[in-house]
């Protein structure tokens, strides 16, 4: 089985420099979120007369100076974000380059007939996202460090403020996690569902668009435009649909959302009043409150990001398994450069099916793609390629002949034109002619 993976950590390992400052962007972000807070909590703490630089200094200095560290912090924060989008530009610009380099050098092994066969393009050129991957990898990757030593940092604080804040916000956390999982799989089989109902709308429109006069006079105006516009009636209640599940979600988990930070400042206000915890604590507590429903959120979507990274990996090893199929031993290399006419003798030619070691492959990706499929947890546009695969497999492995027999004589000095459909075997007859002929006296 080819692996993956090393193909893209080759294209990370080789920019170093992008890699190393992405994460550097990510630690520095994580600990500025971890700063904030603690900083208002002594700005306040200052104002109160109380803490452990109360007595250090002049409480109108200390407030200036936290103050002015609060603002150096926010604007540093500001200038990373613009720095991050600033290298996320370029790393999915070099990384996708270089991806591209090794794509292209895997298809130079493949012979030109290979590519032209129309099954084959099937197979190479739905991999439209294959040369993202290193930078999605890269972002899910820095994204996810920057989100692990966030919640690093932040649970302890909250775990020796109030015990009880901590075990709150870890329950509401685990419930939005439930919700976000149902959503995934809920609105990807009401997309599936809708992209399926609206597959013969689209070809409706497509025909109405480029072919109106020839369909009206086919069908007459009578039955085509009732029936049109009654599909685009259905097609809004599907997007209508679809809204309003994406709303009830976005509801639910708003509210979970909203109850977490209230239960959160209820709590800790009582604490506040019965002289437990200062006003600082409370305002430090809440904010890293909100830190953590974001990361909960975050959370959320690495979930899909892995989903469709996994399936791109498929996707880049059911590539890299690809083979040539022209046998380059029957070529003579002596032959090259010398002009003469040019002979075929005996031509058979068939496309042939799917190798070994891809059918193996391809009906393991397919297995995977189910699986994910079955739980909810895969693209909707993912399902469209997992029918195509299916029926590459369901194809019979040897394939009728697209030239047999064929002994032709290219005279010197001439030029032959080829003709003929896609698959009849223009290229591959073209390409015997360039590597393997009969070279003539004179």
Known sequence: MPRPFAT??????????????SLGIALLASALTVLLPWLGKREIEILEGRGAFSAAGSP???????????????????????????????????????????????????????????????????????????????????????????????????????????????????????????????????????????????ELVFLLRYHFHQLIAVSGEGRVMPRYFQRRSDAVALEVKEETIKLSYQLLYGLTENLTLLATALI??????????????????????????ASVSQISQKFSDYYHIKTIMLQLGFFLSMKSRIDDSTIRPEAKGQRGPVRLRDITFAYPGLAGEERAYLAHMVKQLRLAGDRREMW???????????????????????????SLTFPRDSVTAVVGPNGSGKTTLTRLLMRNYDPASG
């Open 60 to 202: 109108a200095l200390l407030f200036l100076f936290f103050a002015a560290a609060i603002f150096l912090t926010r604007t540093l924060a500001s200038l990373s974000a613009g720095a991050d989008r600033l290298l996320d530009t370029l790393a999915r610009e070099r990384l996708a380059m270089e991806m591209d380099r090794h794509l292209y050098r895997k298809m130079e092994e493949l012979d030109a007939g290979f590519l032209e066969n129309p099954q084959n393009r099937r197979l190479i050129y739905i991999f439209f996202d294959i040369g993202q991957l290193p930078w999605t990898l890269l972002r899910f990757l820095t994204s996810g460090l920057g989100l692990i030593l966030s919640l690093a940092a932040i649970l302890p604080i909250i775990a020796l403020t109030s015990p009880r804040i901590l075990a709150l916000i870890s329950g509401f956390g685990a419930l939005q996690l439930l919700v976000t999982r149902s959503r995934i799989r809920r609105e990807n089989a009401f997309r599936v569902y809708k992209e399926k109902a609206l597959a013969g709308t689209n």
């Open 8 to 21: 893209v950590r080759a294209v990370l390992r080789s920019h170093r420099g992008i890699l190393g400052a």
């Open 268 to 293: 800790m206000g009582v604490a506040v009043l019965a002289g437990e915890i200062s006003i600082g604590t409370f305002t430090m507590v809440t904010a890293y409150a909100v830190t953590l429903q």
């Open 380 to 406: 909707s546009t993912d399902w469209e390629l997992v029918a195509e695969w299916e029926r590459l497999l369901q194809e019979q492995p040897t394939p009728a002949p697209v030239l047999r027999g064929l």
